[in-house]
């Protein structure tokens, strides 16, 4: 089953996110290029944050879908269901947001059945268009259309790669942990939490991540020393750190 995970209508509030390279400048040219981007990094580094933060700098529409293995073109593009007597054709958000010029971020694309890139390849070129074979159609992108993909490329042990063919297509941004200074600064602005706390957590997440020798396949995220900054902000005790 597909799972759909926001459709954001971008709120005043914008989210919070601290650059840490030239992400926003290349995004701003990649967008002004009409090509689809690629975020390459391991879990919990940003990526789907600075989606948001994009989309809302430019005033799209986010329509954001979790990939797995069971996700397949059809669960992108579309298909016909039964309403009352007649059968009536649904887009999905693939084709949803083609039509209406969304920003449509793909999270773990590697992990998508092989027909869902295929499906998207005439989106990923000089075409921009989207071919939809059970209703016989080709469908122009809009205008304001971008499509967004991330993955994380040999961050696991099983974690599926994108073929080179697919990857190329793509204009690359990678993702990796923030210095400490600007992780710090993260974990202040995201909890609220102190900066003598803060930097802990950061050179305890440090240490772990430098823990190469023994194989971790699991490590410490920004994303998770955020939560962590949340717990103790919220009243846990600090124990070790």
């Known amino acids: 089953m597909l799972q759909v995970l926001a459709m954001t209508d971008n709120a005043p509030s914008v989210p919070y996110y601290k650059a840490t390279g030239k992400e926003l400048e290349v ?43 069971e996700t397949s073109s059809t669960d992108l593009i579309g298909r016909y269901i039964i309403k009352g007597s007649e059968t009536v054709w649904i887009d999905g958000p693939l084709t949803t947001a083609v039509k209406k010029g969304y920003i449509l971020y793909l999270d773990e694309v590697a992990e998508a059945r092989p027909d869902v890139v295929v499906a998207i390849h005439s989106l990923t070129d000089h075409r921009r268009e989207l071919y939809i074979d059970k209703l016989g159609e080709t469908i122009k992108a809009h205008n304001d259309f971008m499509l967004i993909a991330s993955f994380n490329p040999g961050y696991q042990k099983g974690f599926k790669e994108l073929k080179p063919s697919t990857r190329q297509r793509f204009v690359a941004l990678s993702f990796n942990y923030p210095d400490p200074k600007v992780e710090t600064e993260i974990l202040m602005n995201e909890t609220g ?18 823990l190469k020798e023994l194989g971790l396949t699991e490590t410490a995220s920004t994303r998770l020393l955020v939560d962590a900054a949340k717990l103790i902000c919220s009243g846990l005790p600090k124990a070790g750190c």
Do not use: W
């Open 27 to 69: 995004f701003e040219k990649v967008m002004s290029n009409k090509l689809p981007l690629l975020l390459k990094g391991p879990t919990g580094t940003g990526k789907s944050r600075f989606v948001e933060y994009v989309a809302h700098q430019a005033g799209l529409k986010l329509l954001t879908v979790s990939c797995h293995e």
């Open 193 to 210: 939490v102190d900066e003598d706390t803060a930097k802990k957590l950061v050179n305890i997440g440090n240490k772990i991540r430098n």
